[in-house]
């Protein structure tokens, strides 16, 4: 089960909502920032859901928005997956080590001006994470949303921390 169902599911336990609700949940959460949630297809994830049993849709509300709860099935699914999250290690899928991959097919040029815009970029993430850790709270978020802004600040700087390292490795000709 993706992430992103998982998601949709644990926002729902806590009651049914709209899917426009649960948007604004996950968003409340920043999951655009630790998560690869495309807003986009929320709708389309809960009424797939909804056909498999994992949802149920309730009555239409104004403007002839549906309202999905969680049924027993979905419950006990996202509790399944849940743990699993907790146990499992997978791969962390990043289109920067297809990047680093073909390092070597990039002039020496290119691949210095890219790390440079590379490092600039991850700093001002870093920076804009950082300004968002506590700030959720005032819109209702739990405290410990803050701890997946937290792991995606030190994964942030752990990159940051390559790139300059590798850096050095490519001004001193030996990457690559």
Same mark, same amino acid.
């Given at each position: 089960?993706?992430s992103?169902?998982v998601l949709?599911l644990g926002?729902l336990?806590?009651g049914?909502?709209?899917g426009?609700?649960?948007?604004?949940?996950?968003?409340?959460?920043?999951?655009q920032? @630790? /998560?690869n949630?495309?807003y986009g297809?929320? =709708?389309? $994830?809960l009424g797939k859901? /909804?056909?498999?049993?994992?949802?149920?849709r309730?009555?239409?509300g104004k $403007?002839?928005?549906?309202? =999905?709860?969680?049924?027993d099935? $979905?419950r #006990?699914?996202f509790g399944?997956h !849940?743990?699993s999250? @907790?146990?499992?290690?997978?791969?962390i899928?990043? *289109? +920067?080590?297809? #990047?680093?991959? +073909?390092?070597?097919r !990039?002039? #020496?040029?290119?691949l210095?001006? #890219?790390?440079?815009?590379?490092a600039?970029?991850l700093? +001002?993430?870093?920076?804009?994470?950082?300004?968002?850790?506590?700030g959720k709270? /005032?819109? $209702?978020? *739990?405290?410990h949303i803050?701890?997946?802004?937290?792991l995606?600040?030190?994964?942030?700087? /752990?990159q !940051?921390?390559?790139?300059g390292?590798a850096?050095?490795?490519?001004?001193n000709?030996?990457?690559?």
């Amino acid at each position: 089960m993706s992430s992103t169902r998982v998601l949709l599911l644990g926002v729902l336990l806590d009651g049914p909502l709209h899917g426009y609700e649960v948007r604004r949940r996950l968003e409340l959460m920043g999951t655009q920032h @630790w /998560a690869n949630v495309a807003y986009g297809s929320i =709708y389309h $994830g809960l009424g797939k859901m /909804a056909d498999e049993g994992l949802l149920e849709r309730m009555e239409e509300g104004k $403007g002839g928005k549906t309202l =999905y709860a969680i049924t027993d099935v $979905g419950r #006990a699914e996202f509790g399944r997956h !849940l743990l699993s999250h @907790w146990w499992e290690i997978k791969p962390i899928v990043d *289109p +920067f080590q297809v #990047a680093i991959t +073909f390092m070597d097919r !990039l002039s #020496a040029g290119e691949l210095a001006s #890219a790390m440079e815009a590379r490092a600039a970029q991850l700093q +001002f993430s870093i920076g804009m994470t950082e300004r968002a850790i506590g700030g959720k709270q /005032a819109y $209702g978020a *739990p405290r410990h949303i803050d701890e997946c802004l937290r792991l995606n600040i030190l994964q942030l700087k /752990a990159q !940051l921390a390559w790139v300059g390292e590798a850096a050095e490795k490519v001004r001193n000709g030996d990457l690559p």
